[in-house]
């Protein structure tokens, strides 16, 4: 324990997925905050702006390039677009970036200008850059220097399917991807569809088919099957504050049946902390994974049409953003994974 | 309006539908309630169980029995096995039976023995039954004397698909259709599963691919296709009182495009009171048809992947239960379809 | 039925109590909507930015002078401030105006000025307008030109203590009102503290012994009294999209029995239609009002303390604003007073 | 660390206060979880209930009996009236037993069978019992053998006052408490009142003047004033899932300032870990304590009417149950007091 703690600055801390790193490190052994940032709210204490953390985190938001030279890791919890600048500093100042954000998570820059709409003003970063859902990349994570947070919905969708398609049990066809978010995942920026009133009793689809999410899932669901891959995406805005449910619909090849892919889902998980395999018969629910790093996962069939059915849940401000990039943190210093992280989910 | 009013018995009036048919009928301009039943409260004040319906029906609930011979039209809201009874009971008194139950849904016995796990006590009564959706079987409904009124996520499904369906526009294939239902859609029995500190902020599927809806919604679909379609149906339990959202995909046949399929569904409703075809660009939402009897419906298109998404918005208790009960009624009584019927869904 | 339509006008017919006067005016038999203003969205369709009411009212958003001259009632749903010039040009064109916002409530200059900021411009416009509870100042309101509809709050306080007061049984001292409203009390308007995460799973106090309902509350309770009352007014942001609930606290004088104040309830309101006094022992609940023009009154003693505790309940939106707006003006223009407001509070 | 962790038992477990003690003693350092117990659930494993424990606390549910031998400290969470045994057999191993129900809270008798119907079985145990609220009673919890943990809305009030009533600043007279709890409150056992459609978008008052946490608010207030002191309480069910928000209303005595109040409050507590004062001007919300022992306390005035309104917030399941409860372990173990119980409140 006397290892000296790992130097944490976050850049976008008012942000939710900041505030969350914050949360998160205020309590793990062997990390510690030592700056935060905000274009918002520069000058201002954190707790000023949230007071659930008066007497925890009282730290004054600064400016962001004044932080990265006083870090080893720099957290990046920002809007798409902005990354790069920060992340060519962090490499100068040798501390690791981790993007929470979405401009290191496509590795073909097609892709990218086509989903995003720009271009890459730094090309050469992205060579650096892992993306880096754990359970999946491990051994890449430990070497990285710009470690891509992945998005709340792809992990969902990746962890849900990587076992049934590593086992080769699904026919060809698109995949179908039914997620549900809640309200915490569009963020603290004020819409009027995140009102109150308007979102409270309320559910929709939104940005059915067009999510920016969509080449995210695609890349890793193609790069695990060694294969392109095609998935209809539709996310729904859920009145809850936190978690996700994705409901995956995909094929069972014939000759395939549910036991042999439900086995491989459990030999898949079995080792790992943070996957946990419902029983038979059981449904995932995102109850039992807030302020958690959990990713729950239910299989279901439906053998009239062959339809393997899998539900996955995470809360997408843990697991699916910073939970995971504390989980990378972790891997890429060369702790226990599962570090500052073994939060119980709370029954309610 | 010197017309003598439809007298109506309610026999299940304590449960959610039950009590959703009073709320409609107190104010229909021509149907007055004149009897209101419950096993569970009989002899009680209706108001004291719905202390909301205080000054406005606080009638005493009596047995079953003692109501059909005063009715004009008597509505069953109960679970299923037990109206076929009351259906008969109804027709040696004249009385149209409207069903919000099960039992006359299905058209094939073998299909409800394997669903619901009986087997019809009277199979002469179903002959007398139909299925009774208005938009797809407005002629049918208006002589029959046993009203099937369909389930609340059949209705939403259905309403959803028949114009894609009628004008040939869809790829064979199985249809996936994930739903998502308000609390009530679970009934007024306390279950841990809907208990408040276990339902609120959580959200999970349930019965996937074995709820009883399911066969109801492949035989209108089939009906509508002049061919089996087989469907794989996912409901989810949501976190608010009222509404469902069905979200469903299907792959459009080759060279079928998107604006077409959009303008058979605005024409196909054009005339249709209750559904409401939402512009191009927009989401329906189940806010937007609380406490109506609207259906509201979006189309949306992944043409990367050919999928026509379909989401439609009912509420559950109204169009999928009551609501679309009177509507039913109005027609079967000869009065103007949306008699007592026009009510505004809040903005919140 | 041939008497034509009175014909209506809203100005702020985009805000939230500008949007439930459409919502009831769309089925009132005896009064038609011919024209909506909006500030923000002139120009556009109401069911552009409030798609439930597509196909319902899809009226274009004009200026508000435009509209004036049309109508016969206007009713004005404005922040405070800007009521005068709009009540003065409907004077001049002989259109009712009801005010729901705050500008002609307090008699007395100086406590407007105190608590608003700002003095009146044309003084000699309050002469004519009347604080509008129907229940207590009904003769005044049938030939009102100008119609103060009351707060939200104040409504809920008038009506829970009128009977108390006017029977004289409490002892002198500070009334103590604790008040808990549903977010559409705080507006269309977008907050940080509106705003869903925010919101949800949240409960607070606000503006502490300052919010501006508590010189319009002493008004109101001091001319039931005949001598000045003082009370101290804490509001709390409920997390419901409706209703409020007040608790009262007052203490009885020595020798008055609950029994005798229960009984003078039951009495003052027997004959309201809109004033529900519930049963001993049962809890008034904004449940059973809401969408309704109900105010359910529950009374409560602590006899260790000899404290009446009131609980009075209402829709914010409905009796604390539009519902209660238009039973003014069914009084003012000599309809039945309920007429159009007979809406059946759900049960869910 | 080498010390040995100490040995807990929890009977009741499958409560949620008893489930909250699991999920917060299965990360504390210095405590281990050695055996959980429940009536209703014996021979089940924890994690089938709650799944939100799989993996973390998989215990099987033993009899009651059987596991205090092998403890150093039993938690009980149990309903009124069943407690004396246990305490009797902890004694009797040398167990500390920590009572999360009632039994041994009130000191007089009298009280205890006038509020809950009862007498003591085993008076003599009554005697060992001490009332443990750690800031107001810290050194007599440090020997006590049975410790009486205080109920949630008691708690909050005690804390809330305190400082003024020692200060001597309160006029006399009956204090008002206006509490609103979330609905885990009422616990787990369901109930018409706290299924989700009748709870959800609903709020009333409950039980008014006549709970049993009355006897048990006033008997604190009065041992710190050293006089006996009358509350009116009336607690009401808010729609969430936790946290208590109480709003106490009491008459500065002439001549007291507020400043001073204020001071005196931040001086009470300017060393208490678990309180924290909010500056002034601010609010205290029961959303910034969720999850955390914290207890929030905001202070305002009335000046007009002299009234002090303090608002005090806390997690009902943290700070008003196992929270406590734990830190009441700490304190009578030797343990540092917030040992376990560093959690961060979530923002959302």
């Not at 004044?66 to 501390?95: M, N, Q, T, W, Y």
């Not at 999510?211 to 095609?230: C, D, F, N, V, Y």
Request: charged share 20%; with cysteine.
């Amino acid at each position: 324990m006397t290892k000296e703690k790992i130097k944490c600055g976050i850049i976008g801390a008012t942000g939710y997925a900041g505030v969350e790193l914050v949360r998160i490190l205020s309590t793990h052994p062997q990390a510690e905050i030592v700056a935060v940032s905000s274009v918002s709210f520069e000058g201002q204490q954190l707790s000023d702006i949230y007071p659930n953390l008066r007497g925890i985190c009282d730290m004054t938001l600064e400016g962001a390039d004044e932080i990265i030279p006083r870090c080893d890791v720099i957290f990046g919890s920002l809007p798409h677009g902005l990354s790069e600048p920060f992340a060519e500093k962090c490499l100068s100042h040798c501390a690791v970036f981790i993007d929470l954000g979405a401009d290191f998570r496509l590795h073909n820059e097609e892709d990218y200008s086509e989903w995003y709409g720009k271009r890459y003003e730094h090309p050469e970063l992205h060579n650096e850059a892992v993306y880096a859902i754990p359970e999946l990349y491990r051994d890449e994570i430990k070497g990285a220097e710009i470690i891509a947070n992945p998005g709340c919905y792809p992990t969902s969708v990746a962890l849900g399917l990587a076992p049934a398609i590593r086992g080769g049990y699904l026919e060809k066809g698109t995949v179908i991807v039914d997620s549900k978010s809640g309200v915490t995942g569009a963020g603290r920026s004020l819409t009027q569809g995140t009102h109150y009133p308007d979102t409270n009793e309320a559910f929709a689809a939104y940005k059915a088919g067009v999510h920016r999410h969509t080449p995210e899932i695609e890349q890793t669901l193609s790069e695990i099957a060694g294969e392109e891959m095609k998935v209809t995406f539709v996310p729904h805005l859920l009145p809850v504050n936190r978690g996700i449910e994705s409901s995956i619909y995909v094929k069972l090849r014939d000759g395939v049946s549910f036991d042999e892919v439900y086995a491989a889902y459990a030999a898949a998980y079995e080792n790992e902390l943070f996957v946990r395999v419902q029983p038979k018969g059981s449904y995932a629910n995102l109850k039992n994974v807030r302020m958690s790093n959990y990713c729950d996962i239910s299989l279901h069939f439906d053998k009239r049409t062959n339809m393997l059915i899998v539900s996955s849940c995470i809360d997408n401000m843990v697991k699916g953003a910073a939970g995971q990039a504390i989980q990378n943190m972790n891997l890429r210093f060369g702790l226990e994974e599962s570090c500052g992280l073994d939060f119980v989910p709370p029954a309610f």
